[in-house]
């Protein structure tokens, strides 16, 4: 059964960068595609990012193009979403996915079988 957990929310000023990890245990993590939502309180759950095992495929929410960076570390099985220049309207809690690699990464959420169980992320000053 494949299990991911996240780490690294915490509480940041607007500007400010912060690192996102998902550990991914369970399974073949070469063989999924991985990706990252987001939540803020009343509002649905929203595509952020989404990578491929070799790292050479990326997607980004418009919102964050530019801003952060999704990355793997696959001798770790572990992915990465850096943010940079953080603004509060960043603020939700994130989730990391997962789903069995089928040529493109998805951005609808009800195609991930996998979700960590989400960490804070809180930007204001």
């Known amino acids: 059964q494949v299990q991911l957990i996240e780490s690294g929310g915490g509480l940041v000023q607007p500007g400010n960068s912060l690192t996102l990890s998902c550990g991914f245990s369970g399974g073949t993590f070469d063989d999924y595609t991985l990706g990252w939502f987001r939540q803020a309180p009343g509002k649905e759950r929203e595509f952020v990012a989404s990578i491929n095992w070799y790292g050479d495929k990326t997607d980004y929410q418009n919102s964050v193009k530019g801003r952060f960076t999704i990355s793997t570390d696959n001798a770790k099985n572990t992915m990465y979403l850096q943010m940079n220049s953080l603004s509060p309207e960043d603020t939700a809690l994130y989730y990391c996915?997962?789903?069995?690699?089928?040529?493109?990464?998805?951005?609808?959420?009800?195609?991930?079988?996998?979700w960590g169980q989400g960490t804070q992320v809180t930007v204001s000053s």
């Open positions: 996915a997962a789903r069995v690699y089928a040529g493109f990464l998805p951005r609808n959420h009800e195609q991930y079988a996998y």
